[in-house]
T-cell receptor
Framework: EADIYQTPRYLVIGTGKKITLECSQT?????MYWYQQDPGMELHLIHY???????EKGDLSSESTVSRIRTEHFPLTLESARPSHTSQYLC??????????????????FGPGTRLLVL | EDQVTQSPEALRLQEGESSSLNCSYT??????LFWYRQDPGKGPEFLFT???AGEEKEKERLKATLTKKESFLHITAPKPEDSATYLC????????????FGPGTSLSVIP
């Protein structure tokens, strides 16, 4: 079982507030990701990181920012929450898994998610 | 453009009624194909990784297979606790960074 944690699990907040969603993993994985998922819809990558001091934007435009000061920690921040930010946010991390003689492969492990409601 | 589609969108089965879920993909070379299970309000739970055509993986009542263009998740004699959304995802050889997820198949197993 993957050891990746997200807090809070649920958050209801007013428009204009600054929020930080926490994600931590104890597996020593270098790569970490943030996805956004609306109910019944696909996961969309919003940020990822190769390791400490590395952050990259994903495919889905997002007004959030991330930081990676420690390997195990990858928080996501919204400076000014809006109702359009209402969604589920999923954090994931990956290990490089290789087969002998082949290129490295990756499997992503997910946290339980944070459900955000902005009023 | 790399793409993943899944069918059917939703599937209702009687307990014990075996069936298969389909994942079709278009990528410029496959690095890996992943199957996940997602329960409502939770994060996806990893099930399988498949790397090359002809490969098969099994776990309890689930069996995943892979061809050059699609993957199947076979569910044998399902139980109500198998009810969940099953997600397929692919990583292209040209992408060391990103995994593309399909929309999922919502499975309901009726007692």
């Amino acid at each position: 079982e993957a050891d990746i944690y997200q807090t809070p699990r649920y958050l209801v907040i007013g428009t204009g507030k600054k929020i930080t969603l926490e994600c931590s993993q104890t597996m020593g994985h270098d790569k970490m990701y943030w996805y956004q998922q609306d109910p019944g819809m696909e996961l969309h990558l919003i940020h990822y990181s190769y390791g400490v001091n590395s952050t990259e934007k994903g495919d889905l435009s997002s007004e959030s920012t991330v930081s990676r000061i420690r390997t195990e920690h990858f928080p996501l921040t919204l400076e000014s929450a809006r109702p359009s930010h209402t969604s589920q946010y999923l954090c994931a991390s990956s290990v490089l898994g290789g087969r002998s003689g082949g290129p490295p492969k990756e499997t992503q492990y997910f946290g339980p998610g944070t459900r955000l409601l902005v009023l | 453009e790399d793409q993943v589609t899944q069918s059917p969108e939703a599937l209702r089965l009687q307990e014990g009624e075996s069936s298969s879920l389909n994942c079709s993909y278009t990528v410029s070379g496959l690095r890996g194909l992943f199957w996940y299970r997602q329960d409502p309000g939770k994060g996806p739970e990893f099930l399988f990784t498949l790397y090359s055509a002809g490969e098969e993986k099994e776990k309890e009542r689930l069996k995943a297979t892979l061809t050059k263009k699609e993957s199947f998740l076979h569910i044998t004699a399902p139980k109500p606790e198998d009810s969940a959304t099953y997600l397929c995802a692919v990583q292209a050889l040209t992408s060391y960074d990103k995994v593309i997820f399909g929309p999922g198949t919502s499975l309901s197993v009726i007692p």
